[in-house]
């Protein structure tokens, strides 16, 4: 078991052979065993995938950016799948600060929005909140940072 608590500050970047899977409206859109893994203190997981583990077409630019004091600058992806749009379903950072260099041009993706995340074959639950976008399994402990009356923390 993992608890959010033993995850450094600033984050830490480590590479994950675990599966990991996206899907929606029963297409997927992510089969990986090449992700990585930012872990930081108070938050579940987020899983960076690689571009090229991502189905081809089903991701265009989005609107918005945001800034991270750790990462730097990120940009917004919407998800299209025939007519359906999925507005902001990840993010990315084109050029991450020094120390994040690998998970330049990888896609995170908000569990939330999408009908299913599951990594080892585990189905994720989606961090509160939506802000930071974790990844949250039975391995994982908290109490976790995103809910109501946790931005504080």
């Known amino acids: 078991m993992e608890s959010v608590w033993d995850y450094p500050r600033p984050p830490r970047v480590e590479r994950s052979a675990d599966r990991v899977t996206v899907v929606h409206l029963g297409r997927v859109i992510v089969d990986s065993g090449r992700c990585w893994r ?8 987020v899983y960076y995938v690689p571009v ?11 609107d918005g950016r945001s800034h991270c004091e750790f990462k730097g600058v990120a940009g917004y992806w919407d998800l299209v799948l025939g007519d359906v749009l ?32 599951r990594v080892g074959g585990e189905l994720v639950r989606a961090q509160d909140g939506d802000f930071y976008g974790g990844w949250i399994t039975s391995g994982i402990a908290g109490p976790f940072k995103g809910g109501p009356g946790t931005m504080g923390w």
Do not use: K, N
């Not at 090229?52 to 989005?62: K, N, Q, T």
């Not at 600060?97 to 993706?109: C, D, L």
């Open 38 to 45: 930012v872990l930081e203190t108070s938050h579940p997981p």
């Open 52 to 62: 090229e583990d991502i189905a081809d077409g089903v991701l265009v630019p989005g």
């Open 86 to 117: 999925v507005r902001r379903v990840g993010w990315s950072y084109a050029r991450p600060t020094a120390g994040y260099a690998e998970i330049a041009g990888a896609v995170a993706f908000y569990p939330s929005r999408v009908d299913e995340c």
